[in-house]
């Protein structure tokens, strides 16, 4: 049996008419399996699917208000980096190069003090990547928040604040596929068959 | 298309609440919650295979979403950007090695109306299938339920998994056979 053609029909990406032209192709055995695999299929959608209970808005809003609140971000100063770009070794992360008061960064004034950030760089070489990001804990792992610059010799940088003291995991993500860090100091599995980047600050 | 018009609305209502939450009002981001909770609930379900500990998963991923606003980039969906929280979350628990060994209680069994037999029949397939996903690896157990269990599209779990749409099918495809070995003749109806 064609496994790829299996597959479309299963992921419900074929036209009726295709569908029945595939299983009209298929030996009685193999109809047999096909029809097995779409049981199954059917049988996932119809798992039943957990609801809140009484009270859960309630109680998930008064989580939310032991929380910190939030604040405009630097990520607006992350869109824009003022920094020069260093030149970054090939597949080496640096961590650089000075510490800011995130007031110097574009945070509206407050009479807390600010905690200070240092700017890390993280840097990928991937001569022939299109699109390159870092996803981590430190942006919700969200690529599209950090996208690397490419530089010379194909290696793409990005600059980004983070505490002093933390531990961070992070990963790149090249062309869509999410890659550990092959310089990384440390990994860890990330419950997914992956593993993290670790940077500890 | 209503189904388009219906998405921008809540994203409208979301990047309003956001705002609002942004501006010190932390009380709007209880429209928040009223808009995602369900959804959240359900798929942190799914993951973790336990209908309480998805709800408390969908509750810190909320908290965490409320203090990380700051750091959402408008353009990106908000809803992706909740789910890959609560998607993170679980993987936390499940790293933690939280995660009970048998599947826990996902949700009121359905209500059997006619042909007993035939219940009978799918509900046992249904409680085979809850613990055979159990089982699967995390990669390819997270794939196959929010594929067939959650019914979302690839392009929708890539953008929460940041998974490739090819992997992610392999993925599903891979845990459906796995499951048809182990389910048997459960399954040969």
């Known amino acids: 049996m064609d496994e790829r053609s299996l597959s479309r029909w299963l992921d419900r990406q074929m036209s009726d008419e295709e569908g029945r032209k595939f299983v009209a192709s298929l030996t009685e055995e193999d109809q047999h399996e096909a029809l097995a695999l779409a049981t199954l299929a059917a049988t996932a959608a119809d798992l039943p699917a957990a609801v809140p209970s009484d009270g859960f808005a309630g109680r998930a809003m008064a989580r939310v208000r032991t929380r910190r609140p939030p604040r405009r971000s630097v990520w607006s100063w992350l869109r824009a980096p003022a920094l020069s770009p260093l030149a970054a070794a090939a597949g080496v992360l640096l961590v650089a190069a000075g510490a800011f008061g995130l007031a110097h960064l574009g945070s509206p004034p407050s009479a807390r003090p600010r905690p200070m950030a240092v700017v890390a760089r993280l840097a990928y070489r991937a001569p022939l990547a299109r699109e390159v990001a870092v996803a981590a804990d430190f942006n919700g792992w969200k690529p599209e928040v950090a996208r690397m610059r490419r530089g010379e010799g194909g290696v793409w940088t990005v600059e980004v604040p983070l505490s002093p003291g933390q531990r961070y995991e992070y990963m790149f993500v090249v062309d869509g596929q999410w890659v550990t860090d092959p310089n990384a100091p440390a990994s860890v599995e990330d419950g997914f068959g992956g593993r993290n980047a670790v940077l500890e600050l | ?189």
């Open chain 2, 1 to 189: 298309m209503p189904g388009a018009a219906f998405s921008d609305v809540i994203d409208t209502a979301d990047r309003d609440a956001v705002e609002r939450v942004l501006d010190g009002d932390t009380e709007s981001f209880a429209s928040v919650v009223r808009r995602h909770g369900s959804g959240l609930v359900s798929l942190c379900a799914r993951l973790v295979g336990d209908r309480h500990q998805g709800e408390e998963l969908a509750q810190e991923a909320l908290a965490r979403a409320y203090s990380s606003l700051g750091s959402w980039r408008g353009e990106a969906g908000f809803r992706h950007w909740l789910y890959r929280i609560a998607r993170n979350c679980c993987r936390d628990y499940l790293k933690a090695g939280a995660r009970a060994e048998s599947p826990g209680d996902l949700g009121d069994e359905p209500a059997t109306e006619r042909n007993p037999e035939r219940e009978l029949a799918d509900r046992q397939l249904g409680s085979a299938l809850h613990v055979e996903v159990a089982r699967l690896a995390p990669a390819y157990r997270e794939a196959f339920l929010l594929f067939h269990a959650q019914g979302m599209a690839y392009d929708e779990i890539h953008a929460i998994t940041g998974v490739s749409v090819a992997a992610l099918k392999v993925r599903v495809h891979r845990a459906r056979l796995m499951l048809r070995r182990a389910l048997g003749n459960l399954v040969d109806g």
